[in-house]
């Protein structure tokens, strides 16, 4: 029944509202007073009256109703001049966005491990190089004959000579040069290089060895037995020693044989060494891969591995290499006799006695510097 | 304005002029005129005894940014003038695309409003007459040219329909002589029935007419926007400030009050029983509901 009577009542409503035709005021609402009551912003008593004033003018109405409806739009432009949150609070917030959760936050986990992974091989990587070495030894394995375990062992333990150095050259096609040059940039891939120029001189056959050096025009020494330093400094001064070398044959005649005997010694030496090496051979290997790479090599544990200063060195090829040496890390690289190595040795004495004690190339770690010892 | 007034509003500039995110490098000199005469428009014309408290919230609540950028380019600050060419092109354009029935026609719309915003004309002191010096910062600066352009939206089409009689006027004139007593052709009652009914109807129009001028102004303003206006609901809450749902409770209830006004004097007034008014409101509903059919038929014909 209500229903019924509202509808009634609705409909004289409409009927009254389109004879409306009331006289329109003169006065009218300003823009300021129209734009205030469509936004709300009108004091209470202001507002009545200009309710008052538009439930009777048309045209002030027909305005407000324009500007409420529009109202939405210009809150939402104002809302834009509302002073942003500075930057970095706006980026913090950024960080917690649901999409940033639900993908970034798993691909931030899959690049730690990655990163970890990556890490975790650097350090590994030492242990990488000396398995190199090791898997060129077991390689060597079955054609080496004991001869031949004789002559590299021999070869460790003493500073190459002169004919090897010439050997050595001869097989890289290189020529004598004086010395590399002391800021050689020192990396992974030259220690690598050293190693595969080992592994070249290691390569051929122990018979044809001294074939080869006794072919080789001989050249002169100053000392019989090779000292620790002159291993780097026959390089250097190799010119000066073919002047020798054509100057002097008798001399070179009685080197050849001094290096014969010398030679001889060493072969018995290492004969008696790789006997007494044998039943040990059948020992567990260490479990480090280093160890396990030398012993699979067939070469001695300990002639590989000497402490000199509270450094452990291990031999890899020709060089001796600190065991703390990360190829990772650049390493300085110094002449022995250059300037800079004098400077060196000056400071820490100690690396003097390495250098003394260990001949031909030396990788020490010192104090957190790596310094490569020519 | 006494003292404490005049103190307040000097107050309450310089607190508008703080929180200014650009204040154009004005002082309180330039600020305080126009909170002033917001003040006296908005308080103190309906409550000269308005409590100081409340004046000074009523300025805290003003458009500082806005009233500051108005100021500005009232003196000429050209950067001012860039930033509100800048700021408010689109407002402007917007609505005077939405006042105007093409494009061509909101264009020059816009133009104007910029002419009339820069002053193109000059006052008695020489300075020229913009239309700037009547924003007072209560409201927001884009609803305020919003409010500039639909007025004179309205105002170039007043000019234009003084000219041209569109046949929606001649539609509603129609509907017009009928509520007065010229009947459409629509149904075809006896002369009897059609005199008792004219009489019937113009008593009810009288009672209804006389029922709504006796409603309250917020009331009175629902009913125009919904039944004059055409508004729907939602529209018409927006412009009392209300929900949707409010402005149609508050309907129902009106309608409601109307029928006993309207019964109260039909009654009172006019001598009719309560049955032959409830009998009445049906029979009048009716041939109201006959009479807009019969209208809309007659556009609709027309239209074709």
Same mark, same amino acid.
């Given at each position: 029944m209500k229903q019924e009577t509202n509808n009634e009542m609705d409909l004289l409503l409409r009927r009254l509202g389109r004879r409306d035709d009331a006289a329109v005021p003169e006065e009218h609402l300003d823009a300021d007073e129209l734009n205030a009551y469509a936004e709300n912003a009108v004091p209470a008593a202001a507002r009545a009256r200009y309710t008052l004033h538009l439930a009777e003018c048309s045209r002030c109405r027909s305005l407000v109703a324009q500007l409420s409806s529009s109202a939405g739009v210009v809150a939402a432009t104002d809302s834009r001049a509302v002073p942003e949150p500075s930057g970095f609070r706006k980026f913090l917030a950024s960080l917690f966005t649901p999409m940033v959760l639900r993908y970034a936050a798993p691909a931030l986990g899959l690049i730690l491990v990655a990163a970890i992974g990556f890490v975790v091989l650097r350090r590994n990587q030492p242990d990488r190089f000396v398995a190199q070495n090791t898997e060129t030894a077991s390689q060597q394995k079955p054609v080496a004959s004991p001869a031949a375990l004789t002559d590299s062992y021999a070869d460790s333990v003493t500073a190459p000579s002169p004919e090897r150095l010439d050997e050595e050259r001869k097989q890289k096609n290189e020529p004598a040069q004086p010395a590399p040059p002391p800021n050689m940039p020192p990396s992974v891939t030259s220690v690598d290089a050293e190693v595969s120029k080992d592994k070249a001189v290691a390569q051929p056959k122990p018979e044809e060895q001294p074939a080869s050096a006794a072919n080789e025009p001989a050249p002169v020494k100053t000392a019989p037995a090779a000292t620790p330093e002159q291993s780097p400094r026959a390089a250097e001064t190799e010119a000066a020693k073919n002047e020798v070398r054509v100057q002097s044959a008798d001399a070179s005649q009685k080197e050849k044989k001094l290096r014969d005997e010398e030679r001889e010694d060493r072969k018995k030496d290492s004969d008696n060494f790789a006997r007494a090496r044998k039943p040990a051979d059948s020992v567990s290997a260490p479990a480090t891969g280093a160890a396990r790479g030398i012993q699979s090599g067939g070469t001695d544990l300990s002639a590989n591995t000497r402490t000199v200063a509270g450094r452990r060195f291990r031999k890899q090829g020709s060089i001796w290499v =600190?065991?703390?040496? =990360? *190829? *990772?890390k650049d390493a300085v690289t110094l002449s022995r006799g250059s300037e800079q190595y004098r400077a060196l040795v000056a400071d820490e004495p100690p690396i003097k006695t390495i250098a003394d004690q260990l001949e031909g190339e030396i990788i020490v770690v010192w104090k957190g510097h790596t310094y490569r010892i020519r | 304005m006494n003292t404490g007034i005049a103190q307040i509003v000097n107050d309450g500039a310089g607190r508008m002029l703080a929180r200014a995110s650009d204040n154009r490098s004005l002082g309180r000199e330039a600020m305080v005129p126009r909170v002033t005469a917001a003040v006296e428009k908005y308080l103190l014309k309906d409550n000269? +005894? @308005?409590p100081h408290a409340e004046i000074a919230k009523f300025i805290d609540e003003m458009q500082a940014d806005d009233l500051c950028l108005i100021i500005a380019c009232e003196r000429g600050d050209e950067r001012a003038w860039n930033d509100l060419v800048e700021r408010f092109t689109a407002t402007v354009r917007s609505a005077a695309r939405s006042a105007s029935k093409n494009e061509d026609a909101a264009e020059d719309l816009a133009q104007s409003i910029w002419a009339e915003l820069y002053g193109l004309r000059t006052r008695k002191d020489g300075m020229p007459a913009s239309k700037l010096a009547y924003y007072s910062g209560r409201g927001s600066l884009a609803g305020w040219l919003r409010a500039v352009v639909a007025q004179l939206a309205v105002d170039v089409f007043r000019k234009q329909s003084r000219l041209v009689q569109t046949e929606e006027d001649t539609d509603l004139e129609r509907l017009a002589r009928v509520a007065e007593g010229q009947p459409i052709v629509a149904g075809i009652p006896s002369p009897e029935e059609s005199l008792s009914n004219r009489f019937t109807q113009t008593d009810m129009q009288q009672a209804l007419n006389q029922s709504v001028q006796e409603l309250s102004a917020e009331d009175r303003l629902l009913v125009k926007l919904y039944y004059? %206006? %055409?508004?729907r609901l939602r529209e018409a809450g927006a412009v009392l400030g209300v929900h949707e749902a409010t402005a149609s409770r508050r309907l129902a209830r009106i309608q409601t009050d109307l029928r006993k006004r309207v019964t109260k004097i039909l009654v009172d007034?006019? +001598?009719? @029983?309560q049955a032959e008014t409830e009998r009445s409101f049906a029979e009048v509903a009716q041939h109201l509901d006959t009479d807009l059919e019969s209208l809309l038929a007659t556009k609709g014909t027309k239209s074709v």
């Open positions: =600190d065991t703390a040496y =990360d *190829s *990772s | 000269p +005894g @308005t004059f %206006d %055409d508004l007034e006019r +001598g009719w @029983t």
